[in-house]
């Protein structure tokens, strides 16, 4: 960070921009061009530069750390990657936003009757829908009850409760995971068995941190990161990772009370009529929207050029017997979720999650 920037955001002589990468343009495994969405990036952050007459002396970036890495090789500025783990938002409730003001925020962890309520659920023509719900349990629980947790993670885990917390000392103090597991601990968060938290948390968890990770660009109570100035955001054409735009404007839901970008807001769509950065044939097969008889030839042949055996056979195309590659082609669970968020439902239909679900969620 610069030693010219302020608790609440830039000098009057330099900029401060956060640059977002929104549904698949921040997910580096659907990027094919990745040079070309840095000069997109680039060019944006240098006009934001022209309008204000100021330089950009510090850029924030958030998702793809790869694309944060690659923005801070191509700019003169301070380029730093802000996020917030969205494994500590997964047991974060629905709150009211004062004594005198009945809105609510949306909540990650919740009951069947907050789900009915945050989704707009209607309970007679989605009484099948609802019948299966459940009320989330506490991610402690599901720790102490599933989790595989080996010797060396129990110690890891009494070592960060020892070390951050005031009242509870590991030379005197019986640590369980009832009483002492927090989820800003990293230690703890390393534990959870996360094939036994539902997707549709898991997704709102990723929309929570997102969402609360952009507040802080825009709230002038934060210090770190400091104000932001202007907000580029970079999109893939859908509606993806739009709540980052509606956040911007100061419709965040994960939020009381939420903040706008006090300066200049840029919505780019990378996937326009002459880009070529966005790897949807990828994209498409691996998410079964596609399958591999339906791509044409112009896209099988890029694909072969672009992706080793291991990839292509993951995506379901043919290749010839050969010795494996060492290459990994199946995702991790972190890459096939995305950078943005699916469904806070974990409904797999997208008609049904455009009219049952709200628009900055979907």
Same mark, same amino acid.
């Given at each position: ?15 401060? !921009?956060? !640059? ?9 495994? $659907? ?13 944006? =952050? ?13 850029? $924030?970036?958030?998702?793809? $750390? ?12 301070? =380029? ?9 938002? &997964? ?6 936003? #004062? ?6 925020? +949306?909540?990650?962890? @919740? ?9 707009? &659920?209607?309970?007679? *023509? ?16 599901i720790v102490a009850e599933e989790a595989d947790i080996s010797d060396e ?9 020892? *070390? !951050? ?6 030379? /005197? +103090?019986?640590? /369980? ?7 800003? @601990?990293?230690?703890?968060? %390393? ?35 400091? /104000? !932001?100035?202007?907000?580029? @955001? &970079?999109? %893939?054409? /859908? ?20 903040? #706008?970008?006090?300066?200049? =807001? @840029? ?15 990828? $994209?498409?097969?691996? *998410? ?6 339906? &791509? ?22 043919? =290749? ?24 806070? *439902? ?17």
């Amino acid at each position: 960070m610069s030693d010219n920037a302020t608790q609440n955001g830039s000098t009057d002589s330099e900029l401060t !921009v956060f !640059v977002g990468a929104l549904g698949l343009v921040g997910n580096e495994r $659907y990027i094919k061009d990745p040079a070309g969405l840095v000069e997109k990036a680039v060019t944006l =952050v240098n006009s934001v530069s022209g309008m204000k007459g100021q330089a950009v002396d510090t850029v $924030y970036s958030r998702g793809n $750390y790869t694309f944060t890495q690659a923005l801070d090789a191509a700019l003169e500025a301070d =380029v730093e990657h802000s996020a917030i783990d969205w494994r500590q938002e &997964l047991d974060r409730q629905r709150a009211q936003f #004062s004594e005198n003001d009945d809105r609510m925020t +949306d909540g990650v962890r @919740l009951t069947v009757d907050e789900k009915i309520e945050q989704w707009g &659920l209607d309970e007679e *023509t989605d009484a099948e829908l609802i019948s299966d719900l459940e009320d989330d349990r506490p991610i402690a629980e599901i720790v102490a009850e599933e989790a595989d947790i080996s010797d060396e993670e129990w110690q890891d885990m009494i070592d960060a409760a020892d *070390t !951050v917390f005031d009242d509870f000392d590991a030379d /005197t +103090d019986q640590f /369980t995971i009832e009483d002492n597991f927090d989820l800003y @601990l990293r230690e703890h968060r %390393d534990v959870i068995p996360m094939d036994a938290v539902d997707e549709g948390r898991i997704s709102r968890a990723k929309a929570c941190a997102m969402g609360r990770t952009d507040e802080r660009f825009y709230n002038d109570y934060f210090s770190d990161p400091a /104000t !932001v100035d202007a907000a580029i @955001l &970079l999109h %893939d054409g /859908t509606d993806r990772g739009m709540e980052a735009v509606e956040a911007a404007r100061g419709q965040n839901p994960w939020v009381k009370y939420p903040s #706008s970008c006090p300066g200049t =807001v @840029l919505e780019e769509n990378i996937n326009g009529d002459d880009d070529d950065i966005i790897n949807w044939a990828r $994209y498409l097969l691996e *998410t079964g929207r596609e399958d591999p008889e339906g &791509l044409t030839d112009d896209q099988e042949a890029e694909l072969r050029e672009l992706h080793t055996d291991d990839e292509l056979e993951y995506m379901g195309l043919e =290749v010839e017997a050969d010795e494996p590659s060492p290459a990994q082609a199946e995702p991790s669970d972190a890459e096939l979720a995305a950078a943005e968020p699916r469904s806070p *439902t974990g409904l797999e239909d997208d008609t049904r999650r455009a009219t049952k679900v709200p628009p900055e969620h979907a």
